[in-house]
């Protein structure tokens, strides 16, 4: 089982360049997520999507937009990229709760990661 | 609004000692909490969540933790670390409307 995968797995840009990072899952989850980790910082969430159709945002979602394209795949672009985006990427999802918390019991699967450099 | 903190940074322990990972939280809600492991290059895989029912949850590879309300603490332990251990393990909680992430704490395991 593939689970949650996530391309590309490394990538160097330019101060100003754009660039999509794809995710897909294939345990047919309702919710999916975009976490950046820092160094020190854990994990924070970008923007999620509760069901097919939905996207909301996280705590850091500044300088970044997301498409949930159907209910496998959730991409995050970075339209201008910065320096202070340079982290490792993670893409979740997780079953969604019957009692409509986002987040209540279930917990989530995660990608690989995509490690992004920005110079 | 709820927090976690993970009290080490940094634990190293000898193979065949045991392990202890601290956390304590915070939760206007009844929380639920997860451990979560990340092995180098690799995403975060779940070892164990507590829910609501028996206050020890057993996780896979030998770990556990205890949920200890009075103390408002999550602490992941292993009676014997094994070098594949390595790695760094994260404490989350989520009151049901938002997830939060502990700042990880590194395992080193010592031959």
């Known amino acids: 089982n593939a689970g949650v995968t996530q391309t590309p797995k490394f990538q160097v840009l330019k101060t100003g360049q754009s660039m999509t990072l794809q995710c897909a899952q294939d345990?047919?989850?309702?919710?999916m997520y975009w976490y950046r980790q820092d160094p020190g910082m854990g994990l924070r969430l970008i923007y999620y999507?509760?069901?097919?159709?939905?996207?909301d945002k996280g705590e850091v979602p500044n300088g970044y937009n997301v498409s949930r394209l159907n209910k496998r795949e959730f991409s995050l672009r970075l339209e201008s990229a910065a320096p202070s985006q340079t982290s490792v990427y993670f893409c979740?999802?997780?079953?969604?709760?019957?009692?409509?918390?986002?987040?209540?019991?279930?917990?989530?699967?995660f990608g690989d990661g995509t490690r992004l450099s920005i110079l | 609004a709820q927090s976690v903190t993970q009290l080490d940074s940094h634990v190293s322990v000898s193979e065949g000692t045991p392990v202890l990972l601290r956390c304590n939280y915070s939760?206007?809600?009844?929380?639920?909490l997860f451990w979560y492991v990340q092995h180098p290059n690799k995403g975060l895989q779940l070892l164990l969540k507590?829910?609501?029912?028996?206050?020890l949850v057993k996780g896979i590879n030998g770990f556990e933790a205890e949920f200890k309300k009075s103390e408002t603490s999550f602490h992941l332990t292993k009676p014997s670390a094994h070098m594949s251990d390595a790695a760094e393990y994260f404490c989350?909680?989520?009151?049901?409307?938002?997830?939060?992430f502990g700042s990880g704490t590194q395992l080193t395991v010592l031959p």
């Open positions: 979740a999802s997780s079953v969604k709760t019957v009692l409509g918390g986002l987040y209540s019991n279930q917990p989530q699967h």
């Open positions: 345990m047919n989850h309702n919710s």
């Open positions: 999507s509760a069901s097919e159709g939905t996207t």
């Open positions: 939760s206007s809600y009844s929380p639920s």
């Open positions: 507590y829910t609501s029912a028996a206050t």
């Open positions: 989350v909680v989520s009151d049901g409307r938002q997830l939060t």
